[in-house]
Nanobody, 126 residues
């Protein structure tokens, strides 16, 4: 198991940027697939981006492609989500998630992840 704590959320104007961080505690962080999800008011939690344990592969939802960048620093046990050109529809609680690497990639359903942070609020004003 790994414990996850998100930070970096806040209020930003449309077109602005934010960088979310997710600090992980526990062993073997580098062996986890790390991902970001979000839940907007009144909507289901949805996949945003994921990064493989070697950082060799990344996966993005269509809504995030070209605007968001996921990265990881295994030495710091931290995963990041750089969000640029933010839109009002990006307003949501953003969650960090992790699952053990077992050779499977492209994991987008939230049930594929068994470690979750508490979430950080991102509000984009239009």
């Amino acid at each position: 198991q790994v414990q996850l704590v998100e930070s970096g959320g806040g209020l930003v104007q449309a077109g602005g940027s934010l960088r979310l961080s997710c600090a992980a505690s526990g062993r073997s962080f580098s062996r986890y697939i790390m991902a970001w999800f979000r839940r907007a008011p009144g909507k289901e939690r949805e996949f945003v981006a994921a990064i493989s344990w070697s950082a060799g592969s990344t996966d993005y939802a269509d809504s995030a492609k070209g605007r968001f960048t996921i990265s990881r620093d295994d030495a710091q046990n931290t995963v990041y989500l750089q969000m640029n050109s933010l839109k009002a529809e990006d307003t949501a609680v953003y969650y960090c998630a992790a699952t053990t690497w077992n050779g499977r990639w492209g994991l987008r359903p939230d049930y594929e992840y068994d470690n979750w942070g508490q979430g950080t609020q991102v509000t984009v004003s239009s």
